[in-house]
């Protein structure tokens, strides 16, 4: 009777163990496959100065990155969204007037509801709670309506918030919702 109830103990231990090493597989399984495919993260420090370029070229000339006003997000292993002001004092005025700094993304990715291709691009903020997303050569591509974060502490002129699995892209309290595709 001692003997089988030795075996009884012996089995059940070890289906327990069986049991509880698949569990643990599986979470970590779960988790691996999580930070492949997972949601934004917000680059700083060493990470942000190697993607955000030094300067950018918009509508014929080449004008110098606000490294303070500069923000990136990591999608997933290594897709990139980098956004940045840029001193636009060399520009004319009506270039001033719908530009403000630059958009790059080397993966498709979502802005409001507006798909966006791989590539560079300008971008500005009106006052009219829109934001608008050039090309190179200064034509509007399209606009997408900003939302108002009022609850927002600290606002700065450009900035990047993890929202969900997308992030966003402010403009001091204004904001678009900026998603992987």
Known sequence: MIIVKEKYMRDHLRLFSLSLSAVLALFIAIAV??????????????????VVPTSFYFAGQSAPTQMRNSA????????????????????SADVRAVYEGFLITDSKIKIGDHELDVGAYGFGFTEQGQMNILDLANNKLFSVPTSRDARLRRPRPLMMMVDGAGIRLYDGRDYVLITAK
């Open 33 to 50: 496959m999580g930070a492949q495919t997972g949601g934004a993260v917000v680059l700083a420090g060493a990470d942000l100065t190697r």
């Open 72 to 91: 990136a997000a990591r999608f997933g292993a290594n897709r990139y969204v980098i956004a940045g002001l840029v001193d636009t004092s060399g520009y």
